[in-house]
Nanobody
Framework: QVQLVESGGGSVQAGGSLRLSCVAS????????MGWFRQAPGKEREGVAR????????LYADSVKGRFTISQDNAKNVAYLHMNSLKPEDTAMYYC????????????????WGQGTQVTVSS
């Protein structure tokens, strides 16, 4: 099993920045990809970004390209989501996920999930 714990969420004004962190523990050798997802009230969960365990194969949703950056520190088993130029529509619960398989931005490809951290962007 892989345990994931997110942190770094909060409230920020539009145009601001936040950095989310996701600490992985347990059988981390099983992880091939790390991803960030978000779910706004009344909406489906959507994939935001993903990174392969080696730090390559980075993908972003079109809605966050140029504003969000995914990275990881393998030595510390931590994945990050740097969010800049935040917009009110970025308001959502953000989830970290890990996949033991091949994964892009579809949540069904991820088999381990964190509990989420709330991000609220005010106008």
């Amino acid at each position: 099993q892989v345990q994931l714990v997110e942190s770094g969420g909060g409230s920020v004004q539009a145009g601001g920045s936040l950095r989310l962190s996701c600490v992985a523990s347990g059988d981390t050798y099983r992880v091939n990809y790390m991803g960030w997802f978000r779910q706004a009230p009344g909406k489906e969960r959507e994939g935001v970004a993903r990174i392969a365990s080696g730090g390559e194969q980075i993908l972003y949703a079109d809605s966050v390209k140029g504003r969000f950056t995914i990275s990881q520190d393998n030595a510390k088993n931590v994945a990050y989501l740097h969010m800049n130029s935040l917009k009110p529509e970025d308001t959502a619960m953000y989830y970290c996920a890990a996949s033991s398989f091949y994964a892009e931005l579809r949540e069904t490809a991820y088999n381990f999930w964190g509990q989420g951290t709330q991000v609220t962007v005010s106008s």
